[in-house]
């Protein structure tokens, strides 16, 4: 089958990471899988199976062209411009060979200048079989990427999404840019009733049948796929050579990555918080903790009293698997994620996980065996958490986390739940 994944990035990103894990079990699988993407990193450029969606200034040009119309209608607010998409305008990719050479074609994190939902429209006319993988709220909202506490997607009564909180000043004039986005999306899958939305987590379907865009859709749960053989539960290289020398050989580490750690979504403010009780808690045992990903303002980091190293963005293939070979857990105090890569890459290495329950952190932690979950913002309850992660650590503990990953989240299961899809006629 010739299938075609379309994402906004190749590497950057959780749900580029993902998307690219996924060519790789699908060409692994016999397919003739092929990736275009608005943004192609250096490695993508030398696969041939990766390809620009389209040439640079084009891609710039939709860029700023989707920024500037939404950042006009949400009332000239640059506070929440990213958090938010309109998919007004994007690329041309019905133009594209490998769209028209596809079978089927498999949407995932398509925002920021990317697709415009009219587009969609057009690669379904030419007869696709349309797979959409949504990763956040995005398509079964209006505007929004994660609504939060917010309830109007699922509104009935003057439409959903209206009156959004994203929406400011003058562009609170009805219709506004959320409510009208809502309508172009619910228009898009009436015209094509045989698009099928994958969550991948069983909360982001219950969003899903909630919306009153996706309800009654064909909406089925298939997890991300992910690399087993990159993960390992022994670290393989000492701690200078790792670069967590200053932490001392004998520190029971705990580490939090993202692509970029102090994007308000992860809740950092609340790690610092948290860390610095576990400071307290800890008594003589040595305890340090490991970041990784970007950070607008190290200088945010000086009010953490635990010994710590930050490593700034870590690209080398390899070198988040020894951090977490390293580790004893792994931290999430994200406000809300749809099914957190790092929780599932702590526990291939054998990291305890710990995290809010918001999200799809019940996919993962599936059973109180399997790591930590506490109610949203109980801070002093995830402290004591990695108290006792830290303490419980063993070989025994670490098998056990890594086994539970094979089972769920192996390539060759998750494939045949596409393929299962795909063939469904």
């Known amino acids: 089958m010739r299938i075609l994944i379309v994402n906004h990035s190749d590497t950057l990103g959780g749900a580029s990471v993902v998307s690219r894990r996924l060519l790789d079990a699908f060409v692994a699988a016999g397919h003739d899988a092929r990736m275009l993407v608005a943004h192609v990193s250096a490695e993508g450029r030398d696969n041939p199976r990766i390809a620009p969606a389209s040439g640079g200034a084009a891609t710039k040009g939709a860029f700023l062209a989707e920024e500037g119309w939404n950042w006009a209608n949400i009332g000239f607010s640059r506070r929440d411009l990213f958090k938010i998409d309109s998919g007004s305008f994007g690329l041309a990719l019905h133009c594209h060979p490998w769209v028209r050479e596809a079978d089927a074609v498999l949407l995932n994190w398509v925002n920021q200048g990317m697709l415009s939902i009219e587009e969609i429209g057009r690669i379904a006319a030419m007869g696709k079989r349309i797979v959409w993988t949504m990763h956040d709220m995005w398509p079964l909202t209006g505007i929004c990427h994660h609504a939060g506490s917010c309830r109007g997607y699922a509104s009935e009564g003057v439409g959903p999404c209206s009156r959004c909180r994203f929406v400011h000043g003058l562009g609170r004039l009805v219709p506004e840019l959320s409510q009208r986005t809502a309508r172009r ?219 539970s990953v094979a089972m769920k989240f192996s390539p060759e299961a998750l494939v045949r739940k596409y393929e299962e899809i795909l063939g469904d006629k």
Not at 342 to 360: C, H, N, Y
């Open 185 to 403: 999306k619910m228009r898009l899958y009436d015209r094509v009733p045989e698009l099928e939305f994958v969550a991948v987590s069983s909360w982001l379907e219950a969003r899903a049948r909630e919306s009153a865009l996706t309800r009654g859709r064909r909406i089925r749960v298939i997890p991300n796929v992910f690399p087993m053989d990159e993960f390992y539960t022994a670290p393989q290289q000492s701690r200078e050579e790792a670069g967590l020398g200053t932490l001392g050989a004998d520190a029971r580490l705990i580490v939090m990555g993202a692509a970029r750690l102090d994007d308000p979504v992860k809740g950092f403010d609340t790690a610092i918080e948290v860390l610095n009780r576990v400071d307290e808690l800890r008594g003589d045992v040595a305890v340090g903790a490991v970041f990784f990903g970007g950070l607008r303002d190290p200088e945010v980091l000086r009010s953490l009293r635990l010994p710590h190293v930050h490593l700034g963005r870590v690209g080398e293939k390899g070198r988040v698997a020894e951090l977490y070979a390293h580790a004893s857990a792994v931290l999430s105090t994200s406000h809300y994620e749809t099914l957190p890569g790092t929780l599932i890459e702590g526990q291939a290495a054998g990291a305890w996980p710990v995290s809010f329950d918001r999200g799809g952190q019940k996919d993962i932690i599936s059973d109180p065996s399997l790591g930590s979950l506490l109610g949203y913002g109980d801070t002093e309850g995830m402290a004591r958490a990695l108290i006792e992660a830290v303490g419980g650590d063993s070989k025994e503990r670490r098998k056990h986390l890594r086994e």
